[in-house]
Nanobody, 115 residues
Framework: QVQLVEPGGGLVQPGGPLRLSCAASRSIVRIYVMGWYRQAPGKQRELVAAIRSGGITNAADSVKGRFTISRDIAKNTLYLQMNSLKPEDTAVYYC?????????WGQGTQVTVSS
């Protein structure tokens, strides 16, 4: 019952910034946790960062200090601000909303970090 649309993604040079967004079809205020996952070619999907309804965040060690997850409740939108991007950050990034009983995924957006 929740649609997640990811209009972000794109090509960026190493060291550059990029912001991903995830727009939900309904209010996200009651979603227990929202997060960003990524999957690189030949790799398993991994959690990048997550934010709980109370605002508590966590991030993978590989991106901690470089990526920041945030929400705009008024816009029903989740963001991932990515700074100091590295080639190893190249992956398809997926927005996720966990309502406990159900789990919703965005369609995925390609992020390519290359010179």
């Amino acid at each position: 019952q929740v649609q997640l649309v990811e209009p972000g993604g794109g090509l960026v040079q190493p060291g550059g910034p990029l912001r991903l967004s995830c727009a939900a079809s309904r209010s996200i205020v009651r979603i227990y946790v929202m997060g960003w996952y990524r999957q690189a070619p030949g790799k398993q999907r991994e959690l990048v960062a997550a934010i709980r309804s109370g605002g508590i965040t966590n991030a993978a060690d590989s991106v901690k200090g470089r990526f920041t997850i945030s929400r705009d409740i008024a816009k029903n939108t989740l963001y991932l601000q990515m700074n100091s991007l590295k080639p190893e950050d190249t992956a398809v990034y997926y927005c996720n909303g966990d309502l406990g009983a159900r789990n919703y995924w965005g369609q995925g957006t390609q992020v390519t970090v290359s010179s």
